[in-house]
């Protein structure tokens, strides 16, 4: 019944680069795509990461263009002189405006700009590792559809304002529709860096979320005592 779903979560082969010189971010951003089913590699300076893509193949590279030794930039522009159509999500500073026009300029696909939430990397990782695979960017059920790509959300064609909590929670629940989500699990996934989430807050977000979906059909069930489940509406 969730088959169609689970082969949306079919990341388990992709390979991704992650070159980052910030220990702590690179360190959340690496566990985060693990707990995604990811195989990350990482690496800390611009030189390594050239070397990396120019030898090992993988299926995206995310790329802090603040990068010691060789710059982002630099390494973006020798990859794609080297005729690579990696895709490349790029990481920039609040402030980085012009770091980001250059980037996508020199070949970069997305761009994310620091602090982010992490279901929003989570969403442009998968928009990117997905290009190609013809898996489908948007989950239709019931009346409900949600653009993977564009995080957005239509109740009944029509778009539904939601926050990036709520959007990271109905990710996690849709991707795994009709199977149990343990509270932790939702907790896990809606955490950021140095970021709180206690298991009262997924009560609210859940409550929300349902308030939001009512006139979808689609309902998030609560399996007491052991998390949630996102049910597909009665085919009447
Ligand atoms: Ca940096």
Sequence with gaps: MATAYVKLTAELDMRILLAEDDAVIADGLARALRRNGYAVD???TGTEADAAVASQPFDLLILDLGL??????????????RKSVLPVLILTAQDGVEDRVRGLD?????????????????????????????????????????DQADRVVKVNGQIVEMSAREIGLLEVLL????????????????????EEVSNNAIEVYVHRLRKKLETSGV????????GYCLEKPDVA
Aim: aromatic fraction near 4%; glycine fraction near 12%.
């Design 42 to 44: 990482h690496v800390a």
């Design 106 to 146: 020199a070949g970069a696909d997305d761009y994310l700009t620091k602090p982010f939430a992490l279901p929003e990397l989570e969403a442009r990782v998968r928009a990117l590792t997905r290009r190609g695979t013809g898996q489908p960017r948007c989950i239709e059920l019931g009346g409900l559809a949600y």
């Design 219 to 226: 309902r998030v069930v609560t399996v007491r005592g052991l």
């Design 175 to 194: 991707l795994r529709a009709g199977r149990l989500v343990s509270k932790d699990q939702l907790v896990d996934h809606l955490c950021g860096w140095g």
């Design 68 to 81: 010691p030794k060789l710059s982002g930039i630099d390494v973006l522009k020798r990859l794609r002189a």
